[in-house]
């Protein structure tokens, strides 16, 4: 019968984390049950394999009752066995806790105390720390490294005064472009002020020879009205040498706006030659702002290879034990392998950065 049980239900003790001795227990409180299950199983074959009728129904019925008997018992054993192991769960949280209150007071104060000098470290590192950041507050305002109290002197010297020297070549580049830029816009006003008394000065010439032409234009044309009525019979040489003269005051007119024309032109030329000066100009200041940005990672990164320096240093100055096992003796010959290589791997490597 019992085999029949097994077969009939298969649980893995070990899959629950129970011993075989308890897993049989627990068993023991199913058994019952199961035995029953086990006596229901050839009744319930007979009865699926019948041609479905009014007795067949009715046997299925009475077997469908038993098995809720079955069931209905189950469950009772599982609610008093869980509370069981509930009660007992909670039981074994008491003991638990009574030992955590006797005792936790106890092992924060021998903590303190185990831990005294080590605190007294961490005490001395932050204040370090806090004294270092507001030094290199005034010359790196956007990040504070947050191992500067665990730095060598000499190292945090060295990277103050890099960071200093950083900082005043920063500062020192930004006042001359700013001298720069002040000049150049001087440059360009003036040039402008130099360009409208030019303009103001050509308006009044040619406002000045349109006077004059015009002066001449009616002194010639009141001289022509006066030789008409004098000089009848000269009135053919007169048209002629009054088209002479109109020709020659044209050409003089052309020649005129020839040569506005022509400073107009070497004006633009002048203006052009200015613009691509400028642009040239601020060309060189943005390469000369990317060579700062350069030289700035270049002086971020020296902190990182001193770091990867002195962490080699550490590895190299590591002692060994003597062992006597030739095993043993063998493991440590291989780590020490290892450690070379990894050595030489940063040395190597932080030559790069």
Same mark, same amino acid.
């Given at each position: 019968?019992?085999?029949?049980?097994?077969?009939?239900?298969?649980?893995?003790?070990?899959?629950?984390?129970?011993?075989?001795?308890?897993?049989?227990?627990?068993?023991?409180?199913?058994?019952?049950?199961?035995?029953?299950?086990?006596?229901?199983?050839?009744?319930?074959?007979?009865?699926?394999?019948?041609?479905?009728?009014?007795?067949?129904?009715?046997?299925?019925?009475?077997?469908?009752?038993?098995?809720?008997?079955?069931?209905?018992g189950t469950a009772d054993i599982h609610r008093e066995l869980k509370a069981f192991?509930?009660?007992?769960?909670?039981?074994?949280?008491?003991?638990?806790?009574?030992?955590?209150?006797?005792?936790?007071?106890?092992?924060?104060?021998?903590?303190?105390?185990?831990?005294?000098?080590?605190?007294?470290?961490r005490e001395r590192i932050a204040k370090l720390q806090e004294k270092r950041s507001?030094?290199?507050?005034?010359?790196?305002?956007?990040?504070?490294?947050?191992?500067?109290?665990?730095?060598?002197?000499?190292?945090?010297?060295?990277?103050?005064?890099?960071?200093?020297?950083?900082?005043?070549?920063?500062?020192?580049?930004?006042?001359?472009?700013?001298?720069?830029?002040?000049?150049?816009?001087?440059?360009?006003?003036?040039?402008?002020?130099?360009?409208?008394?030019?303009?103001?000065?050509?308006? !009044?010439?040619?406002? %000045? +020879?349109?006077?004059?032409?015009? =002066? @001449?234009?009616?002194?010639? &044309? $009141? #001289?022509? *009205? /006066?030789?008409?009525?004098?000089?009848?019979?000269?009135?053919?040489?007169?048209?002629?040498?009054?088209?002479?003269?109109?020709?020659?005051?044209?050409? !003089?007119?052309?020649? %005129? +706006?020839?040569?506005?024309?022509? =400073? @107009?032109?070497?004006?633009? &030329? $002048? #203006?052009? *030659? /200015?613009?691509?000066?400028?642009?040239?100009?601020?060309?060189?200041?943005?390469?000369?702002?990317?060579?700062?940005?350069?030289a700035e990672r270049a002086a971020k990164l020296a902190p990182d290879k001193e770091?990867?320096?002195?962490?080699?240093?550490?590895?190299? &100055?590591?002692?060994?034990?003597?062992?006597?096992?030739?095993?043993?003796?063998?493991?440590?010959?291989?780590?020490?392998?290892?450690?070379?290589?990894?050595?030489?791997?940063?040395?190597?490597?932080?030559?790069?950065?």
């Open positions: 019968m019992k085999a029949e049980v097994k077969s009939l239900v298969k649980i893995n003790p070990k899959d629950y984390g129970l011993t075989e001795t308890k897993a049989q227990e627990i068993e023991a409180m199913f058994a019952p049950m199961l035995a029953k299950m086990v006596e229901l199983e050839d009744e319930f074959n007979q009865i699926v394999s019948l041609e479905i009728n009014q007795e067949s129904c009715l046997r299925a019925r009475h077997l469908r009752l038993k098995y809720v008997k079955v069931r209905t192991y509930l009660n007992g769960g909670r039981f074994v949280d008491g003991w638990k806790n009574a030992q955590l209150f006797a005792s936790q007071g106890k092992e924060q104060k021998l903590s303190e105390i185990e831990n005294y000098y080590e605190n007294l470290e507001a030094e290199l507050a005034s010359y790196m305002p956007d990040f504070i490294p947050p191992n500067l109290g665990e730095m060598p002197e000499n190292v945090w010297q060295n990277f103050l005064l890099g960071n200093k020297t950083a900082y005043e070549v920063r500062k020192a580049a930004e006042l001359k472009a700013e001298q720069d830029r002040i000049a150049k816009e001087k440059a360009e006003a003036e040039e402008q002020e130099r360009i409208r008394q030019e303009n103001e000065r050509l308006k !009044k010439e040619a406002v %000045e +020879r349109e006077r004059v032409a015009k =002066i @001449e234009a009616e002194k010639r &044309a $009141k #001289q022509e *009205a /006066e030789r008409i009525k004098k000089e009848q019979s000269e009135h053919k040489a007169r048209e002629e040498k009054e088209r002479k003269e109109r020709e020659v005051y044209e050409a !003089k007119l052309r020649k %005129e +706006r020839e040569e506005r024309q022509r =400073i @107009e032109d070497e004006l633009r &030329a $002048k #203006q052009q *030659a /200015e613009e691509k000066e400028r642009r040239e100009a601020e060309a060189k200041i943005k390469a000369e702002e990317a060579a700062r940005r350069k770091k990867l320096e002195k962490l080699a240093d550490v590895l190299s &100055a590591v002692e060994y034990p003597i062992l006597r096992n030739p095993e043993a003796e063998l493991i440590m010959k291989k780590v020490k392998e290892n450690q070379e290589r990894v050595i030489l791997y940063i040395r190597e490597q932080s030559k790069n950065l």
